[in-house]
């Protein structure tokens, strides 16, 4: 049977994963909102310290850097840079901090040769290059009853959705070693340890939305293999 590719019915097994998707904007954006308000009692940078975390695990030779936009912070373990974002780099609120630990703890994790973390890098070219060419590919085959163009695109996107897997324990790992950090060194209070871990796990959950849309929709691309076939 063929279904017109805009009013498939397939398209109902998104919608959980798009409230979920959804939900968790919500919570970031709200978490961040609340504690981007609250300065820390020590008024240190986020800059500063994730200086002081890398420096105190012999990390200097990663640098520290501003980039352009909101919440584009990040860590290039090619380039060895850690990428604060404009609202992050310079702050000395909770949630910036929390941000800029989390940032530092993916660099611990180059350090100590994480192997989800050296996993995903290896995989970034094929997830992008599958991100691409999967719906492309196989929505034209779709169109035109190529079963092989169908699988071809399945083929690239279930490299996406291993992406997103490796992506979980990478993320939920820097966080618990952000939190173990900022707790060691006494830079937070137990009130804004609670405040960073509460912007760190919201920003979690959107990698798990983003896992679980990615599972949803190979769902959707079988079932719909399944149905030009019938």
Same mark, same amino acid.
């Given at each position: 049977?063929?279904?017109?590719?805009?009013?498939?019915?397939?398209?109902?097994?998104?919608?959980?994963?798009?409230?979920?998707?959804?939900?968790?904007?919500?919570?970031?954006?709200?978490?961040?909102?609340?504690?981007?308000?609250?300065?820390?009692?020590?008024?240190?940078?986020?800059?500063?310290?994730?200086?002081?975390?890398?420096?105190?695990?012999?990390?200097?030779?990663?640098?520290?850097?501003?980039?352009?936009?909101?919440?584009?912070?990040?860590?290039?373990?090619?380039?060895?840079?850690?990428?604060?974002?404009?609202? @992050?780099?310079?702050? *000395? &609120?909770?949630? $910036? %901090?929390?941000?800029? #630990?989390?940032?530092?703890?993916?660099?611990?994790?180059?350090?100590?040769?994480?192997?989800?973390?050296?996993?995903?890098?290896?995989?970034?070219?094929?997830?992008?290059?599958?991100?691409?060419?999967?719906?492309?590919?196989?929505?034209?085959?779709?169109?035109?009853?190529?079963?092989?163009?169908?699988?071809?695109?399945?083929?690239?996107?279930?490299?996406?959705?291993?992406?997103?897997?490796?992506?979980?324990? @990478?993320?939920?790992? *820097? &966080?618990?070693? $952000? %939190?173990?950090?900022? #707790?060691?060194?006494?830079?937070?209070?137990?009130?804004?340890?609670?405040?960073?871990?509460?912007?760190?796990?919201?920003?979690?959950?959107?990698?798990?939305?983003?896992?679980?849309?990615?599972?949803?929709?190979?769902?959707?691309?079988?079932?719909?293999?399944?149905?030009?076939?019938?």
């Amino acid at each position: 049977m063929f279904y017109p590719f805009f009013f498939d019915p397939t398209i109902i097994l998104l919608l959980p994963a798009l409230f979920l998707a959804i939900w968790a904007q919500m919570k970031v954006k709200g978490a961040y909102a609340e504690y981007s308000r609250v300065a820390t009692i020590r008024g240190i940078r986020a800059q500063d310290a994730a200086r002081m975390i890398l420096d105190s695990h012999g990390l200097r030779n990663v640098t520290i850097e501003p980039v352009p936009g909101n919440l584009t912070d990040h860590y290039d373990p090619r380039s060895k840079v850690l990428r604060l974002s404009e609202g @992050v780099y310079n702050s *000395a &609120s909770i949630a $910036a %901090i929390g941000i800029a #630990a989390h940032e530092a703890g993916h660099a611990l994790q180059d350090m100590d040769g994480y192997a989800p973390l050296k996993l995903r890098n290896m995989i970034v070219p094929v997830a992008n290059l599958g991100s691409g060419l999967a719906f492309p590919l196989f929505f034209i085959g779709f169109l035109f009853g190529s079963p092989t163009m169908m699988d071809m695109g399945i083929l690239f996107f279930l490299g996406v959705l291993v992406f997103h897997l490796v992506t979980l324990p @990478v993320e939920f790992n *820097a &966080s618990g070693r $952000a %939190i173990k950090v900022l #707790a060691g060194t006494g830079m937070f209070t137990q009130d804004e340890l609670y405040g960073a871990k509460k912007v760190l796990d919201a920003a979690a959950l959107t990698y798990v939305a983003a896992t679980v849309m990615a599972a949803m929709q190979l769902v959707r691309l079988l079932a719909l293999r399944g149905m030009r076939n019938d």
